[in-house]
Structures are given as structure tokens and as C-alpha cells.
């Protein structure tokens, strides 16, 4: 099953096209590494203020992976100077497919999957969307 990591916070005043700047950046870095497998940049629809990102990774050890790197680190750090003080929240899911019975059964995170079962599942999902 996917792993599906989503990233939210408010810019500081002004930092706004910095922050998605910032933030499309980390998705780009993301493209091509290990185990990625779609990403998403999120832009308000109301007043909250809110941007973020989801990410979409083959495993939890993947998208760990990569948030270890220098060169995500340091995009992070940066991130972290253009938004609002405690509004960074990161969150992790394994994503279930409910129109696949053997993904709703709710398998636990040590379940493997091989990396053909992870693309039908993220292709179905997408696919939704679209």
C-alpha cells in the first residue's frame, strides 16, 4: 500500500510565492528518488491561509529516506523561514484503496507490497481525481 505524506503551514505575510516556490522545489527534488511516486503542491480554497504538499511514496522507508538528505534538510530549513512559527504540521498515512477489497481490509504497515501492486493502487486513485 502507498504511503502518503502531507505537509501544511501558513506563510508569514508576504512569503507566500516564496513558500510555494520553496515548496515546489521540494517536490521537484522528490521526482526521481527512490520510492516516489506522485506529488501535489495544495493551495488554499478558503480563508485559512494554509499551503502544503502530498506526496505519494511506494513505503514509509522511502519518503524517510529522502527527508534524511542534505539537500532536503536544507530546503526544509529554508521552508521553515518563510512560515508562520508552529503552523508546520507533517503528517504520514499508509492510503488504502476502498474500491480494492484487499486494500480496504486495513493491512497492517509491515505488509509488503511489490512495486506493481503500489502503481495499480496510486494509477486507480489519480485517475479518480482526474
Request: charged share 25%; aromatic share 6%.
Amino acid at each position: 500500500m502507498p504511503y502518503v505524506r502531507i505537509s501544511l503551514m501558513v506563510p508569514k505575510s508576504g512569503r507566500g510565492v516564496e513558500a510555494g516556490q520553496l515548496l515546489d522545489a521540494v517536490a521537484h527534488f522528490c521526482e526521481g528518488q527512490p520510492g516516489f511516486i506522485h506529488g501535489y503542491r495544495l493551495e488554499q480554497s478558503d480563508n485559512s491561509g494554509l499551503i502544503g504538499r502530498v506526496t505519494i511514496w511506494a513505503d514509509e522507508r522511502s519518503a524517510d529516506a529522502v527527508a534524511q538528505l542534505d539537500h532536503m534538510l536544507a530546503l526544509r530549513s529554508t521552508l521553515n523561514e518563510v512560515v508562520r512559527k508552529g503552523s508546520h504540521q507533517e503528517r504520514g498515512f499508509w492510503a488504502y484503496d476502498t474500491s480494492a477489497p484487499s486494500e480496504s481490509s486495513g493491512r497492517g504497515a509491515d505488509t509488503e507490497l511489490s512495486a506493481e501492486e503500489v502503481l495499480r493502487s496510486v494509477e486507480r486513485i489519480v485517475s479518480r481525481g482526474t
